[in-house]
């Protein structure tokens, strides 16, 4: 099969196109016909070699599957040959989505939302389940409740305001102004351009004072720590932003606030409350650009530098065609 093997960390130019091996299947594994994977920042810090002592080189990297299933171990009841599956693969546990097949653990396999694309499926895997996990098992968002989510127009943030609306929160979300109506589309309440505007002090205006029940950050560094000055009494935040520099955050214990660090477990139970909502059409996925598989390094550029290319939603690579798609400047 082709995959795209990481063979140094580095820049853009750090994959090569090869042919390699197709894995073999395990009792309780199915093998899949990758129809399209995609790109997470988790995917470029690899690249780069951030976390270079859990991937030994060389190493085929990626973290969504759409596809089909084409063999399954003697063990595995719940698929049959041919049934559309989405899912994101073990993280540091073995070879990614970057390929033309992929051999998963059964367990970590869901039927693919039947109203979706392949493309568009892939683009929600490693998203869904992270932001899954971190309103509804960490931050335990309630109905009426008040959430700020940062980055509302990135491929995280456009699933986050889809569920927090879906669970009956007030959502407030930051976007450039170029993309408020876009993110007020997806169910936002109040969108904050935080390019001009202190978000802080938005804040305070937006609640009369009261703060939000929850930050969403998916930003980190400094938005991390002042995003406690925005906070209720007994407010939670959650973060899926890794902490590279120690941070004051003397202003949260003020609040009796909960912080919670998500670094996402995969399962198939998140991935099928997220496919009943997609069904119900209670969130869309947002596909912001699509790409061949044998450019990913322009895929990982685009991620990277997508703000200032009027980048929304997640950056998809179609594994099974060559689609060509890129967001037009806004």
């Known amino acids: 099969m082709?995959?795209?093997?990481?063979?140094?960390?580095?820049?853009?130019?750090?994959?090569?196109?090869?042919?390699?091996?197709?894995?073999?299947?395990?009792?309780?594994?199915?093998?899949?016909?990758?129809?399209?994977?995609?790109i997470n920042p988790l995917d470029y810090q690899i690249r780069r070699g951030d976390y270079a002592g859990f991937v030994p080189l060389p190493a085929i990297i990626g973290h969504d599957v759409s596809g089909v299933v084409e063999e399954k171990g003697m063990d595995v009841t719940e698929f049959d040959i041919g049934d559309e599956?989405?899912?994101?693969?073990?993280?540091?546990?073995?070879?990614?989505?970057?390929?033309?097949?992929?051999?998963?653990?059964?367990?970590?396999?869901?039927?693919?939302?039947?109203?979706?694309?392949?493309?568009?499926?892939a683009s929600l895997t490693l998203v869904g389940g992270t932001v899954w996990e971190a309103l509804v098992s960490r931050a335990q968002l309630a109905v009426h409740e008040t959430i700020l989510i940062h980055g509302g127009a990135g491929g995280v943030g456009t699933v986050a305001i889809q569920l927090a609306?879906?669970?009956?929160?007030?959502?407030?979300?930051?976007?450039?102004?170029?993309?408020?109506?876009?993110?007020?589309?997806?169910?936002?309440?109040?969108?904050?351009?935080?390019?001009?505007d202190d978000y802080v002090a938005a804040i305070a205006d937006l609640t009369r004072g009261q703060g939000v029940n929850v930050v969403f950050d998916t930003i980190g560094g400094d938005t991390l720590t002042r995003s406690a000055l925005v906070l209720s009494d007994a407010g939670r935040l959650v973060s899926i932003v890794d902490i590279a520099q120690p941070q004051n955050l003397i202003e949260a214990w003020g609040k009796?606030?909960?912080?919670?660090?998500?670094?996402?477990?995969?399962?198939?139970?998140?991935?099928?409350?997220?496919?009943?909502?997609?069904?119900?059409?209670?969130?869309?996925?947002?596909?912001?650009?699509v790409l061949p598989l044998d450019r990913i390094g322009d895929a990982h550029d685009l991620l990277e530098n997508g703000g200032s290319r009027g980048l929304r939603g997640k950056v998809v690579i179609d594994v099974a065609g060559g689609t060509v798609s890129l967001p037009t400047p806004r």
């Not at 995969?266 to 059409?281: C, F, I, M, W």
């Open 2 to 38: 082709k995959a795209i093997v990481l063979a140094k960390f580095g820049g853009f130019d750090a994959f090569e196109l090869r042919e390699v091996a197709v894995p073999a299947v395990g009792a309780r594994q199915v093998r899949v016909r990758v129809h399209a994977t995609a």
């Open 85 to 121: 599956v989405y899912y994101t693969p073990k993280i540091f546990g073995g070879a990614g989505s970057y390929a033309e097949q992929h051999v998963a653990d059964a367990g970590l396999v869901a039927r693919k939302p039947h109203n979706i694309t392949h493309l568009e499926a």
């Open 256 to 289: 009796n606030a909960a912080y919670h660090f998500v670094f996402t477990r995969q399962n198939r139970g998140k991935l099928d409350a997220l496919t009943s909502l997609v069904e119900r059409g209670r969130i869309r996925p947002v596909v912001g650009a």
């Open 165 to 196: 609306k879906a669970m009956g929160a007030r959502v407030i979300t930051t976007a450039r102004r170029n993309h408020d109506s876009f993110v007020r589309s997806l169910g936002a309440d109040e969108v904050i351009d935080y390019s001009t």
